[in-house]
T-cell receptor, first 115, second 116 residues
Framework: EAGVAQSPRYKIIEKRQSVAFWCNPI?????LYWYQQILGQGPKLLIQ????????DSQLPKDRFSAERLKGVDSTLKIQPAKLEDSAVYLC?????????????FGPGTRLTVL | AQKITQTQPGMFVQEKEAVTLDCTYD???????LFWYKQPSSGEMIFLIY??????QNATEGRYSLNFQKARKSANLVISASQLGDSAMYFC?????????????FGTGTRLKVLA
């Protein structure tokens, strides 16, 4: 079974530029999550989708961050314009949402550096 | 208030020894889940073990066990017979809510270093 795919793995941009990240969850997983993990901290949930609907985006800085999950499969997360404090690893995860564990399976992450 | 608290920023353990990583949580939900993840230097989060709030037995997965004390709201991870490959960041996480509206909260992590 293929895992959660993310691209790019690394991105370096200057502040005020735009950037987009892509995530392809495990096939059949209804729920998709985007996390921001700043160096030395635990992951912080940015947005959670169930199929193509948003379940929780309370911690998404909506003035600069946006995300979509068209057709309930792939998802993109965009930052426009980027700030220095956006430097972090952006993790995508997916889960079945109906099994006992409901464990999240994580992708390898995208490491963003904003200069 | 922190919902997940990991008070040990860093831990050392000798190879082949056991180590306990602490985690306390705060929730008013009756039904919740507790997870431990390992994050090696490569960055990927690896699921280790799960404990449901209604589970009466402590969860075990190979060398990992979860010491669940519900009244104390603690869910400590025990790694037995530590190996050099266990050196990594370890995160405790809690799932609240119901299916379709689950929320996951992570702690700040504990960096474990296994010494040869």
């Amino acid at each position: 079974e293929a895992g959660v795919a993310q691209s790019p793995r690394y991105k370096i941009i200057e502040k005020r530029q735009s950037v987009a990240f892509w995530c392809n969850p495990i096939s059949g997983h209804a729920t998709l999550y985007w996390y921001q993990q700043i160096l030395g901290q635990g992951p912080k949930l940015l947005i959670q989708f169930q199929n193509n609907g948003v379940v929780d985006d309370s911690q998404l800085p909506k003035d600069r961050f946006s995300a979509e999950r068209l057709k309930g499969v792939d998802s993109t997360l965009k930052i426009q314009p980027a700030k220095l404090e956006d430097s972090a690893v952006y993790l995508c995860a997916s889960s079945l949402d109906w099994d006992y564990y409901n464990e999240q399976f994580f992708g390898p992450g995208t490491r963003l550096t904003v200069l | 208030a922190q919902k997940i608290t990991q008070t040990q920023p860093g831990m050392f353990v000798q190879e082949k020894e056991a180590v306990t990583l602490d985690c306390t949580y705060d929730t008013s939900d009756q039904s919740y889940g507790l997870f431990w993840y390992k994050q090696p230097s490569s960055g990927e989060m690896i699921f280790l073990i799960y404990q449901g709030s209604y589970d009466e037995q402590n969860a075990t997965e190979g060398r990992y066990s979860l010491n669940f004390q519900k009244a104390r709201k603690s869910a400590n991870l025990v790694i037995s017979a530590s190996q050099l490959g266990d050196s990594a960041m370890y995160f405790c996480a809690m799932r609240e809510g119901t299916s379709g509206t689950y929320k996951y909260i992570f702690g700040t992590g504990t960096r474990l270093k296994v010494l040869a």
